[in-house]
């Protein structure tokens, strides 16, 4: 069974710092997506960023970018100049048939 | 290009009575899922479904708990004879992209309150 353990339950970060979020999976398949979620405190789950197994290189968009170790099957969130907006839950996810979601990591930006 | 959307956005219910979750996907989408996140958790896989069809079950409870997606019209999580512990945000999530990869968008939930 596939499941997704992030082990930070919170962090905090200094506004226009940078932080990173770990997440590690587990899984005996080679073809396979991860994905990470946002949660404001709407409750809406916003996609922040989305990483194919089979590509190599990592993804980014903007401010936001992953790391992706593949043989170790750790899939960390590197969020840079960190801003106000960015505070909420980040909800690591694996997918290969349905979708595994990790307990959490609530990212507290302090001004 | 409006989202996926759910409503109600807030639903109360009282012991033993019935909660109907109602879910559209985005334009174009024929693949839904449900999840469901009890507080301070993260969200738990229910049921993955095409137009008419129920792919993949596997998260939701036995008893009680029923889905459809019809040929017309929303997908639909319903809840029998509703319990405390099924107070929770239900989100609905659809997809393009048969089974496999296909990145999932989230509707903005339903909080079902069971008194």
């Known amino acids: 069974a596939q499941t997704v353990t992030q082990s930070q339950p919170e962090m905090s970060v200094q506004e226009a710092e940078t932080v990173t979020l770990s997440c590690t999976y587990d899984?005996?398949?080679?073809?396979?997506?991860l994905f990470w979620y946002k949660q404001p405190p709407s409750r809406q789950m916003i996609l922040v960023i989305r990483q194919e197994a089979y590509k190599q290189q990592n993804a980014t968009e903007n401010r936001f970018s992953v790391n992706f170790q593949k043989a170790a099957k750790s899939f960390s969130l590197k969020i840079s100049d960190s801003q106000l907006g960015d505070a909420a839950m980040y909800f690591c996810a694996y997918r290969e048939n349905d979708m595994r979601f990790g307990a959490g990591t609530r990212l507290t930006v302090k001004p | 290009n409006a989202g996926v959307m759910q409503n109600p956005r807030h639903l109360v219910r009282r012991r033993g009575q019935e909660a109907r979750l109602r879910c559209s996907p985005m334009k174009g989408h024929s693949h839904v899922y449900w999840y469901r996140q009890l507080p301070e958790e993260g969200l738990k896989f229910m049921v993955y479904?095409?137009?008419?069809?129920?792919?993949?079950e596997s998260g939701m409870p036995k008893e009680r708990f029923s889905a459809e997606f019809p040929k017309e019209g929303p997908s639909i999580l319903r809840i029998q004879q509703v319990v405390r512990g099924d107070s929770a945000a239900y989100f609905c999530?659809?997809?393009?992209?048969?089974?496999?990869?296909?990145?999932?968008?989230f509707g903005p939930g339903t909080r079902l309150l069971v008194l």
């Open positions: 999530a659809s997809s393009p992209e048969p089974g496999q990869g296909g990145t999932q968008y």
């Open positions: 479904l095409q137009k008419e069809n129920i792919i993949d």
């Open positions: 899984t005996s398949e080679s073809d396979y997506y």
